[in-house]
């Protein structure tokens, strides 16, 4: 069955980088997309950055610069690099299996000012 776990989240000052995991197992890594989403209090789910299985990339106008996603088909893992840290960043972040159901269960990032 699919899996998605992510690692990696944890409190950090403004400005400061972090860099979360995604481990991805029980479905054809390399064919398919993946993507990052975050969820902050009170607020919808929202997409923060795909990639697709050739590598191209989005990213949501609020991250552009900042954050970088990538993947290691060799290790069935999506990475999402996050630098210039802002307090408004903090959330919840989860791995999915882009256009699918299929999530992680998160990872909270916390980002102090």
């Known amino acids: 069955q699919v899996q998605l776990v992510e690692s990696g989240g944890g409190l950090v000052q403004a400005g400061g980088s972090l860099r979360l995991s995604c481990a991805a197992s029980?479905?054809?890594?390399?064919?398919?997309?993946m993507a990052w989403y975050r969820q902050a209090p009170g607020k919808q789910r929202e997409l923060v950055a795909r990639?697709?299985?050739?590598?191209?990339?989005n990213y949501a106008d609020s991250v552009k610069g900042r954050f970088t996603i990538s993947r290691d088909n060799a290790k069935n893992t999506v990475y999402l690099q996050m630098n210039s840290l802002k307090p408004e960043d903090t959330a919840v972040y989860y791995c999915?299996?882009?256009?699918?159901?299929?999530w992680g269960k998160g990872t909270l990032v916390t980002v102090s000012s």
């Open positions: 029980g479905f054809s890594f390399s064919m398919n997309a």
């Open positions: 990639i697709s299985s050739s590598k191209s990339t």
């Open positions: 999915n299996l882009h256009g699918t159901s299929y």
